[in-house]
């Protein structure tokens, strides 16, 4: 028999979070997140620092039995995704047991804005997202229904405005957003995001969009506020879209 009481790798990632708890930060986090629970409180710079140091080292040992009872721990293991580095199929697996575990915008986002990879293996990475689109589909054994969607596919959102606003996927990603079926509020903000983010890099696409879609009342006029509250885009432009409104 094993020693139940060793100290393993996972211990110390849990201490290392403790050492850095700041617990005025982590009442911010609960405000801007509060659906999340067990915050800690530690800050996303610490966080990065510590995930670097596990993907430097042996990321898939950590990730094969990391801890998910805090929301920094959650957290962490997106961001290491991030830094991984090995066959992207590999860290694309690993990638399909983590989406199951988020459960905050926050957690989402930061995964996606780190997982930089998929800017050098776009199509392996696009081809990985869409199932996540299939509503009758499977993935990890488990039926649309069972899964979190709201979430599962605001992760989908975001790695499209992150990776895929260029002329080779636009037209994609433009129809992706128009078939995101969910009333998740998290899920409807993402793809508000997604399109105002798609009118400024590409805007022409973008605005033959806004003229013919099946999108909700509630994500359109998102969508056109946050493209009004862009400061890369004309006052004249956000005059039309102004009027765009439904």
């Known amino acids: 028999m094993g020693d139940t009481n060793e100290y393993t790798v996972h211990d110390l990632v849990r201490d290392e979070l403790y050492k850095n708890m700041d617990v005025e ?17 530690v800050r996303i710079p610490v966080l990065r620092k510590m995930a670097k140091e596990i993907a430097s080292v042996n990321w898939k040992e950590y990730l094969d039995g990391a801890r998910d009872d805090t929301f920094e721990e959650v957290m962490l293991q997106g961001i290491v995704l991030g830094y991984a580095r090995g066959k992207i199929d590999d860290i694309l697996t690993y990638m399909g047991r983590f989406i199951p575990k988020i459960d905050d915008w926050s ?60 002329d080779a996927y636009i037209d994609k990603v433009l129809y992706a957003y128009d078939h995101m079926k969910n009333d998740g509020y998290y899920l409807k903000m993402g793809v508000a995001w997604g399109l105002a983010e798609a009118y400024v890099k590409c805007p022409e696409p973008t605005k033959v969009f806004l003229n013919n879609n099946h999108l909700d009342d509630f994500t359109f006029n998102k969508a056109i506020q946050k493209m009004q509250e862009s400061f890369r885009i004309t006052p004249e432009e956000k005059a039309a879209l102004k009027a765009m409104k439904r």
């Open 25 to 41: 930060y982590g009442k911010f986090t609960a405000s801007l997140s509060p659906g999340a629970g067990n915050i800690i409180g």
């Open 107 to 166: 957690i989402c986002d930061t995964c996606c804005n780190t997982f930089k990879i998929a800017n050098q293996y776009q199509q392996e990475v696009w081809d990985f997202l869409m199932p996540y689109l299939d509503e009758q589909g499977v993935i990890d054994g488990k039926p649309a229904n069972e899964r979190n969607r709201e979430f599962e596919l605001r992760f989908v959102a975001v790695m499209m405005l992150n990776y895929y606003l260029n």
